[in-house]
T-cell receptor, first 115, second 112 residues
């Protein structure tokens, strides 16, 4: 398997624009996670899905953020409108389960810069 | 709610020095504990984990961590670091089937 795939790897956009980040989890993994990494706050869980259903979105910062998982092999994280404080690295991860015996596999991340 | 604190945000060591990175968690029940590593320009990968049994856990690349329940700690250690250990290290915790909570991370810089 190619691992978790994220696109784009880098995104530079202007404030107010819509940004869509994409993720393809590892085949057979039932859980998908979206994280945001910043210098100030470290690695924060934004939302996670189980079998394409959002389970916990309490980490989503505000209504400008939305995430979908239309099928088992694809998820998007959308920011509309984007703001400079959204600049961060966004990671997608997947796992076979939520228990500790199941490792989370991370994608390479998308580095977002909002000017 | 579970939380994780990592005390050192930035550590600088010379090669061959010993390493200990602190990690404390807050949760009253049974927990599972992890250390992840992020090498420069790469994604996070699992270094080691504890969920039961021997509290001294050995991971890849000579790393180990000890779970001390009475201290709510899971410190990461390595007796002799190498330049290639330069990375950011994240401690994480989850309780049962809850989501994993990550610490803020510790940047380790090893000077040749």
């Amino acid at each position: 398997d190619a691992g978790v795939i994220q696109s784009p790897r880098h995104e530079v956009t202007e404030m107010g624009q819509e940004v869509t980040l994409r993720c393809k989890p590892i085949s057979g993994h039932d859980y998908l996670f979206w994280y945001r990494q910043t210098m100030m706050r470290g690695l924060e869980l934004l939302i996670y899905f189980n079998n394409n259903v959002p389970i916990d979105d309490s980490g989503m910062p505000e209504d400008r953020f939305s995430a979908k998982m239309p099928n088992a092999s694809f998820s998007t994280l959308k920011i509309q409108p984007s703001e400079p404080r959204d600049s961060a690295v966004y990671f997608c991860a997947s796992s076979q389960g939520l228990a500790a015996t199941y490792e989370q596999y991370f994608g390479p991340g998308t580095r977002l810069t909002v000017t | 709610a579970q939380s994780v604190s990592q005390h050192n945000h930035h550590v600088i060591l010379s090669e061959a020095a010993s390493l200990e990175l602190g990690c404390n968690y807050s949760y009253g029940g049974t927990v599972n504990l992890f250390w992840y590593v992020q090498y420069p320009g790469q994604h996070l990968q699992l270094l080691l984990k504890y969920f039961s049994g021997d509290p001294l856990v050995k991971g890849i690349k000579g790393f180990e961590a000890e779970f001390i329940k009475s201290k709510f700690s899971f410190n990461l250690r390595k007796p002799s670091v190498q330049w290639s250990d330069t990375a950011e290290y994240f401690c994480a915790v989850n309780a049962g089937y809850q989501k994993v909570t990550f610490g803020i991370g510790t940047k380790l810089q090893v000077i040749p």
